[in-house]
């Protein structure tokens, strides 16, 4: 009851931000919360709750976004129907791949789905005619407006619009990841996790839950990418490059893995410690790092890992 309590109260919060900060900075840090959010909650479906190291998650919210730009602007399509064509075309690459990769297990599963990231940024980077090269796309238009029903419409124009926009989106990935997690597919996600081999002794098909859980994970990750592009405006081939993939992978780590608020913490505590420590000479990634070790040596759980041990200490339930 406090749980959901706490929860309700975090998204009337959530919605009443815009209410009182006005600053377009601020705002705009937000957004990028959550979108980071997203991808790496995202993410934590294939790699917390499945126990699948996917180190192709920047590839997919590359290739979400990418396909998503180039339908808007080279086929003059709206938002709408290129977001949800987006998702499509990044679950039909992340089907291929997963059938490929999912064959194998662990490290080699792990370097197999980098490869294909590096590969993806290759392809991105080389094919100018399409993707515009290293000189990126410009220009990539803000969603259209939801006409109402009894005149009117919704508009996207102004950073409190898109701040809307984009909470509802991470609202509903947070919703549709806690109700899978929590369903029959979850608990084989989960049991894969545990043990493959058993989980297959019960009668759980170990590739075809892997699959699933990959492509999930995929499609909210283009979803996460769509909103990117849409946002900022410019894509270039740097957004599907591993190193966003090992930055979702960081958010995961340190808000902690298998938990649902986990990479949302991580995604904001380092998107608003990456601003505070915007123009100062220590590195993004060494500011992450140190970060991530003070997190696994003292919490090994992650951040919300360390706060439920400390919740069953206080309850008096850690020694049962």
């Not at 490929?100 to 980098?114: C, H, P, Q, V």
């Not at 029903?149 to 989106?169: D, K, N």
């Not at 608990?187 to 894969?192: D, G, N, V, Y």
């Not at 740097?238 to 340190?254: M, N």
């Amino acid at each position: 009851m406090m749980r959901r309590l706490i929860i309700l109260l975090l998204i009337l919060l959530a919605f009443a931000i815009p209410f009182f900060v006005t600053s377009r900075f601020y705002l705009h840090i937000l957004i990028m919360c959550f979108i980071w959010g997203m991808a790496a909650s995202s993410m934590n479906l294939i790699m917390g709750y499945t126990g699948q190291v996917n180190l192709a998650h920047g590839a997919f919210f590359g290739i979400g976004a990418y396909a998503a730009g180039l339908l808007m602007l080279k086929l003059g399509l709206n938002f709408w129907p290129a977001l949800i064509l987006a998702c499509i075309i990044t679950v039909a690459l992340g089907f291929f791949i997963g059938i490929l990769a999912l064959r194998t297990k662990g490290s080699y599963f792990a370097i197999g789905t980098l490869c294909f990231n590096v590969i993806v940024t290759v392809i991105i980077d080389s094919w100018e005619e399409l993707t515009e090269g290293a000189r990126g796309l410009l220009g990539i238009p803000r969603p259209d407006p939801i006409p109402l029903p009894f005149g009117g419409q919704i508009a996207f124009t102004s950073m409190p619009s898109y701040y809307y926009l984009v909470l509802v989106f991470l609202l509903l990935t947070l919703l549709v990841i806690y109700r899978i997690v929590h369903s029959m597919m979850g608990r084989s996600f989960l049991a894969i996790r545990g043990n493959e081999e058993l989980a297959e002794s019960i009668g759980i098909h170990g590739m075809r839950t892997k699959v699933l859980s990959f492509l999930i994970s995929t499609a909210l990750a283009g979803v996460a990418g769509v909103l990117y592009a849409s946002y900022i405006g410019f894509l270039s081939p740097e957004i599907s490059d591993y190193h966003v993939t090992f930055e979702f992978l960081i958010f995961c780590l340190i808000g902690g893995l298998g938990t649902l608020g986990g990479p949302l913490i991580g995604a904001f505590l380092l998107t608003v410690a990456s601003e505070l420590l915007h123009g100062v000479a220590v590195p993004r990634l060494v500011a992450y790092g140190f970060l991530l070790i003070i997190i696994i040596i003292f919490f090994r759980g992650g951040i919300m890992g360390g706060a439920q041990m400390l919740w069953l200490k206080v309850s008096g339930k850690g020694g049962r």
